[in-house]
C-alpha cells in the first residue's frame, strides 16, 4: 500500500508563488510516475505536471513555463513550485502516483487560491 500526503496549499495574490509537496509513505518502490493534478469548482479534475524515473517530465500547456515539478527520490517527495499564479490556477491540486502494479493512489488535496 502506498499513502500519499500532500501539503503547501493557501492564498496568493496573482503573481504569487507557493510550492507543494507531497509526501510517499508504505510501498514505494512500486511507484514509478509521481505528479500532481488540481481540480476547480465545476470542473474535470486535469493533469498538471508529471515526473518520470527517467524520462522528462510533463506539463500542462497552461501550466509551461510557470510551474516546475521536481521529486526527491530520497526522501520519497514530489514538489510543485508554482510562480506567477493567475486567478485561473485556484483549484484544489491532488498529489497522484501510478504504481507498476497498475494500480493508482491520490493524495487527500490542497487547496490553492489565487485573488487579489
Known amino acids: 500500500q502506498v499513502q500519499l500526503v500532500d501539503s503547501g496549499g493557501g492564498w496568493v495574490q496573482p503573481g504569487g508563488s507557493l510550492r507543494l509537496s507531497c509526501v510517499a509513505y508504505?510501498?514505494?518502490?512500486?511507484?514509478?510516475?509521481m505528479g500532481w493534478y488540481r481540480q476547480a469548482p465545476g470542473k474535470q479534475r486535469e493533469m498538471v505536471a508529471l515526473?518520470?524515473?527517467?524520462?522528462?517530465?510533463t506539463y500542462a500547456d497552461s501550466v509551461k513555463g510557470r510551474f516546475t515539478i521536481s521529486r526527491d527520490d530520497a526522501k520519497n517527495t514530489v514538489y510543485l513550485q508554482m510562480d506567477s499564479l493567475k486567478p485561473e490556477d485556484t483549484a484544489v491540486y491532488y498529489c497522484?502516483?501510478?504504481?507498476?502494479?497498475?494500480?493508482?493512489?491520490w493524495g487527500q488535496g490542497t487547496q490553492v487560491t489565487v485573488s487579489s
Open positions: 515526473s518520470y524515473e527517467t524520462l522528462s517530465p
Open positions: 497522484n502516483v501510478k504504481l507498476t502494479t497498475g494500480g493508482t493512489r
Open positions: 508504505g510501498a514505494i518502490r512500486s511507484i514509478y510516475v
